[in-house]
């Protein structure tokens, strides 16, 4: 393996947070392996796949967790935002109610999470521009308010995910590197 001997100067924790099916896993599966799958999971628990990316010459490895599932029950634990130095506040822009969801997942997160943890707030599935329930301007003023940063994304066409992912990871980076 060409990367054996890589030296890792970072590794950064980000988690995606959301109702169920707003495209988590996916999102995920585009940033990590840029892969897209219709199927819904199966596997209940928390999971991470880990990228690698180099920002001002230091190589950062991210560690994304996704719930998983977990959300379904209620059940996101304080493990999960444990030593997370990221979060993606996940909704999903052709269902209102995954995005008036939002402000108690930033509760949820900022009870458990450190104080300066830097949150994105993601509305996925902007393909599906024809059936949007949420308008930008809603969550650029939710955003604002909130003090996040925003950004409209596509899983399945590969949209904004890559550029989110960098952005946050950036950001943290200007923090604590
Ligand atoms: P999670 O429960 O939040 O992890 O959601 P999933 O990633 O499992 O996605 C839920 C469903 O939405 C699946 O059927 C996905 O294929 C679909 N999906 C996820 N992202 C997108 C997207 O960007 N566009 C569209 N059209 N569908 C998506």
């Not at 990590?32 to 199966?42: M, T």
């Not at 209940?44 to 998983?68: M, R, S, Y």
């Not at 450190?114 to 599935?125: E, Q, S, W």
Request: a negative charge; proline letters at 1%; aromatic letters at 10%.
């Amino acid at each position: 393996y060409g990367d054996y001997n890589q030296k890792i100067d970072y590794v950064f924790k980000v988690v995606l947070i959301g109702d169920s099916a707003v495209g988590k896993t996916q999102l995920l599966a585009r940033f990590a392996r840029n892969e897209f799958s219709v199927d819904s999971k199966a596997t209940i628990g928390v999971e991470f796949q880990t990228k690698t990316l180099v920002i001002d010459n230091k190589t950062v490895k991210a560690q994304i967790w996704d719930t998983a599932g977990q959300e379904r029950y209620r059940a996101v634990t304080s493990a999960y935002y444990r030593g997370a130095v990221g979060a993606m506040l996940v909704y999903d822009m052709t269902k209102r109610q995954s995005f008036d969801h939002m402000a108690k997942w930033l509760e949820e997160l900022r009870g458990h999470a450190d104080k300066n943890i830097v949150i994105m707030l993601i509305g996925n599935k902007c393909d599906l521009g024809s059936l949007r329930a949420v308008p930008t301007e809603d969550a650029q003023e939710f955003a604002q308010r909130e003090n996040l940063f925003f950004m409209e994304t596509s899983a399945l066409e590969a949209t904004n995910v890559e550029t989110a992912f960098l952005t946050i990871l950036t950001e943290i980076y200007r923090i604590i590197g």
